[in-house]
Nanobody, 122 residues
Framework: QLQASGGGLVRSGGSLRLSCAYS????????IGWFRQAPGKEREAVSC????????YYADSVKGRFAISSDNVKNMVYLQMNSLRSEDTAVYYC?????????????????WGQGTLVTVSS
């Protein structure tokens, strides 16, 4: 139901755009989130967006650098990542839950895509 793509190797200061294709939701309201997990660290929320109101959340570490957007016609969510830093290196996952509001805890998300690796070289 969720497929993330767009990861790769980029130099510090560079940009990448991640894409998440989703399908199969039966409820009219859902939230799509981006999470990341670096080696030896817990999975953390990066950003999320609600499909109805387009409300967004950003982790403090990415505010001003990352931008989440959605295309409800194409069933796609994007994460534009600019000014990348070495500490952004991680496997990035898109996830979703059907319901209302923003969610920044992995446990509230019911559906997960496979990860896409982002490596930022210094």
């Amino acid at each position: 139901q969720l497929q993330a793509s767009g990861g790769g190797l980029v130099r510090s200061g560079g940009s990448l755009r991640l894409s998440c294709a989703y399908s199969g939701f039966t409820f009219h309201s859902y939230t799509i989130g981006w999470f990341r997990q670096a080696p030896g660290k817990e999975r953390e929320a990066v950003s999320c967006i609600t499909n109805k109101e387009g409300k967004t959340y950003y982790a403090d570490s990415v505010k001003g650098r990352f931008a989440i957007s959605s295309d409800n016609v194409k069933n796609m969510v994007y994460l534009q990542m600019n000014s990348l830093r070495s500490e952004d290196t991680a496997v990035y996952y898109c996830a979703a839950f059907e319901g209302y509001g923003l969610g920044y805890l992995p446990k509230v998300y019911d559906y997960w895509g496979q990860g896409t690796l982002v490596t930022v070289s210094s």
